[in-house]
């Protein structure tokens, strides 16, 4: 990392122009033609791109990975010199694979006109080098029903295209960018369907960020070890670093995404490591044993500055991931190989990282800043600070970007998704994990998990309540598991998926996005004429009537009707002993076959 900003600082602030050449009106994106004043619409992205594979249709290949909730075939272009068109054919070249997407946030449309620019070069025969370099996936327009909500009212913050760009959220208010494990959205399980089929070694995400004012047009950010790979992490530390140098020589200053720590205090610096959860693009592809480069252009800069620094860090990117593909390949192999060998029925005791935590370090970056002044807001009436771009001021600020494990669990050897959790099962089976249905009940010894004491948020989030806490117990129990239950097994490269789905502390578990709720509920009660009758069969016992008389000397419990019924109840026989117990069952010694599904 200190490598990646060595070169960042070095390259901040070069700056060369960007000189385009004389291209022919057919070939020119909608951006180009408006002075990048507009963007293309769906219809006018397709024309382009058909354009393109039928001038290259060995090289170029156009078609479709899903659809989106209102019913639009999301586009994928294939690129391969190879004329590699499918994932069999990707694999037996022995390139890397690349994906490269686009307007998760559609309002964010710069990698898209990006992408429109390389494909031209890559059709009129300019650019064979990024033909020949990798098999490269190009998603040019991911929240494709956003994208056609397009106003120039829907980003204020950003500067162009100023005759309006797509809106951020799908027709259903889902936010794509918080989706990448739950897969609450169609178009992020067609995303999923794609990713299982072609198995990309390397991700980029495009997006467009404001918040801050620097001399930088573009910033990036990666997970590092341990919570990528390390083979995977050494070969970002050693390759992104000439994309980075190249992007800048091109006249494009970068650097570090600026997750600022205090937004009315830059001087705080920066932390990444709240903004890797699984539901980012960041955080899911390290479970699955790949990098994820985060590109952020800057809001702030024209929207031409920003779409040619997009394209030229895109184009360095392929022509290096070229270079060291075998690398690259082989760092992606050995990462699977070690995850499937640690779930393996023989391997060694071992743990899973369930959840991260920042550590403090003395890294830090220069950042080209702007100079700053403070006043007090008219809106807030709280201070506000002011960006003055006739100066920059660049500053030494701390960088918070290394994580080590918060809680970490024992390894299990697969996980159980107990029969009539459908919605449960979906989320496990759109990821295209390893799965097998029992097809006869089973007597397991297995690890249950129970939650008590849930806290709801106090409000709803992508369209649902989530768990903010709660208390959990855990126990080994021989229990009856019914025919048409899921087993995931550990020896699978994907693994680490099942454990942020299914492990109720992980950040974006099911359990915390409401999928299980209803454990929570009771479902049957005892009247209170029978509950007297049992308690007072129950206080003969001196045991029973210590715990009780325990229990009353906490005056809000004995003054809570509820928490008094409650007590009495759970110790009952007729207590539903599947309250707060988790349909989820972790089997920690012999694993089930794996053969079948």
């Avoid at 530390?237 to 205090?262: Q, S």
Wanted: glycine share 6%; charged share 25%; net charge negative.
């Amino acid at each position: 990392m200190k490598r990646l900003l060595c070169l960042a600082a070095l390259c901040a602030l070069i700056p060369c122009p960007v000189i385009a050449e004389e291209i022919p009106e057919i070939w020119q994106t909608v951006a180009e033609k408006t002075d990048f004043r507009a963007t293309s619409n769906y219809a006018e992205t397709m024309d382009f791109l058909r354009r393109v594979e039928s001038h290259a249709p060995k090289t170029i290949r156009v078609t479709s990975f899903g659809e989106t909730a209102e019913g639009r075939p999301l586009p994928l272009v294939i690129v391969s010199s190879d004329g590699a068109f499918t994932p069999a054919a990707a694999k037996a070249t022995g390139k890397p694979i690349v994906l490269l997407q686009s307007g998760i946030h559609a309002g964010e449309i710069d990698g898209k006109d990006a992408s429109l620019m390389l494909l031209r070069e890559i059709a009129l025969g300019h650019r064979p080098d990024l033909a020949e370099a990798a098999v490269t996936l190009f998603v040019p327009i991911y929240n494709l029903d956003g994208h056609e909500r397009i106003s120039p009212y829907n980003r204020p913050n950003q500067n162009g295209p100023v005759e309006g760009m797509g809106f951020r959220a799908t027709t259903s208010g889902l936010n794509l960018n918080r989706d990448f494990l739950r897969l609450a959205s169609p178009e992020a399980r067609a995303l999923a369907r794609l990713i299982a089929d072609w198995r990309p070694h390397l991700h980029v995400d495009n997006h467009v960020t404001n918040g801050s004012d620097h001399a930088w047009v573009l910033t990036w950010m990666v997970a590092e070890a341990p919570r990528l790979d390390p083979a995977v992490d050494a070969w970002i530390a050693e390759h992104v670093p000439p994309v980075l140098a190249a992007t800048a020589e091109a006249g494009h200053p970068n650097g570090p995404y600026l997750a600022l720590i205090d937004w009315d205090d830059p001087s705080k610096g920066i932390d990444w490591t709240e903004i890797q959860l699984p539901r980012y693009s960041t955080g899911f592809f390290p479970l699955i044993n790949r990098p994820s480069i985060l590109i952020e252009m800057h809001a702030h800069k024209p929207y031409r500055d920003r779409v040619l620094a997009n394209r030229d860090f895109m184009d360095a990117l392929i022509v290096e991931t070229g270079r060291s593909g075998p690398a690259l390949v082989a760092a992606v192999e050995a990462a699977e190989a070690r995850t499937r060998a640690l779930g393996g029925p023989d391997a060694d005791p071992s743990v899973v990282v369930v959840r991260w935590r920042g550590v403090d370090t003395d890294d830090t970056f220069t950042w080209p800043a702007y100079r700053t002044t403070t006043e007090t807001s008219v809106v807030s009436g709280g201070p506000r600070t002011l960006y003055h771009r006739d100066e920059i001021v660049p500053s030494e600020v701390p960088f918070r970007h290394v994580a080590e494990p918060d809680v970490a669990l024992s390894r299990p050897r697969g996980y159980i998704v107990h029969a009539g959790w459908p919605q449960l099962a979906e989320v496990v089976e759109a990821h295209h994990l390893v799965t097998r249905r029992l097809t006869e009940p089973i007597e397991l010894e297995v690890e249950t998990i129970r939650v008590a004491e849930p806290v709801f948020a106090e409000e709803s989030f992508q369209g649902t309540v989530m768990v903010t806490d709660f208390v959990t117990t855990r126990q080994t129990e021989t229990r009856r598991i019914p025919a048409g239950s899921l087993w995931i097994p550990a020896d699978q490269p994907d693994f680490a998926v099942a454990v942020q789905l299914f492990e109720p502390e992980a950040p974006d578990s099911l359990l915390r996005w409401g999928e299980m709720s209803s454990i929570f509920e009771m479902k049957t009660y005892i009247g209170l004429d029978r509950l007297e009758e049992v308690a007072g069969e129950m206080l003969e016992d001196d045991a029973v009537r210590a715990q009780w008389e325990a229990a009353l000397e906490d005056p809000d419990f004995a003054a809570d009707w509820r928490a008094r019924y409650d007590w009495w109840y759970r110790r009952t026989p007729y207590w539903d002993e599947q309250v707060g117990l988790l349909p989820i069952y972790r089997v920690l010694h012999a694993p089930l076959p794996t053969k079948g599904r």
